[in-house]
């Protein structure tokens, strides 16, 4: 069989806002090494070049690039070992522009716009939107509304590299307790512990 053909170089091109370091640190593929003999590193895995693009495309993607195009990997056989290459296309930056509500807003737009991190100016990050959904829906949850819907809709404006996002908010019907049951208290009766529940 031989000794496996592991990777030598991993090339990054069209890379200006990163640097290859940065971008090698997020990848799962990595280069060979004096202990990839011990270790099985540095032997190429095509499914993980496949994640790679995915993780590098959600990296740029997180940082405003929203535009960002990541090549199939190129994988050459070198005297030495594999040369992987990936080629880039970053893009323009998108910066955050306006914000806003629409539908019915549980507890009022000025309270749910304090817990939206994005904010008008700021560099556009895909990650800080859904923490913003989730933070919003468990928001509009503790108004009553258990089935709210927050659907977050984008638009872009290539002119001004800007991204207003509108937080549609479908609150659905205000649920309420129909029954509090309490099991497994045999020395306490129930009238005692429930007059401690905040919840009737």
């Known amino acids: 069989e031989n000794d496996k053909i592991r990777i030598q170089a991993i090339t990054f091109e069209g890379n200006k806002a990163f640097s290859s370091d940065r971008l090698a640190s997020i990848i799962s593929t990595r280069k060979a090494n004096f202990l990839s003999r011990f270790l099985n590193t540095g032997v190429l895995n095509r499914d993980a070049l496949k994640t790679d693009v995915e993780r590098l495309t959600a990296w740029y993607y997180d940082n405003g690039y929203i535009n960002v195009r990541i090549d199939e990997p190129k994988v050459k056989r070198e005297e030495d070992g594999m040369h992987v290459t990936m080629r880039i296309d970053e893009g323009e930056q998108f910066i955050m522009g306006d914000v806003a509500f629409a539908g019915e807003v549980p507890g009022g737009e000025d309270a749910?716009?304090?817990?939206?991190?994005?904010e008008k100016?700021?560099?556009?990050?895909?990650?800080?939107?859904?923490?913003?959904?989730?933070?919003?829906?468990?928001f509009f949850s503790d108004q009553g509304y258990a089935f709210v819907n927050v659907e977050p809709e984008t638009s872009v404006h290539p002119e001004t590299k800007t991204v207003d996002i509108t937080y549609r908010v479908d609150k659905g019907p205000e649920v309420f307790i129909d029954r509090v049951e309490i099991a497994g208290n045999t020395k306490t009766r129930d009238k005692v512990i429930r007059r401690e529940l905040r919840v009737q």
């Open 112 to 118: 749910a716009k304090h817990l939206v991190g994005l």
């Open 121 to 138: 100016g700021t560099v556009f990050k895909a990650s800080m939107l859904r923490d913003d959904v989730f933070r919003l829906t468990g």
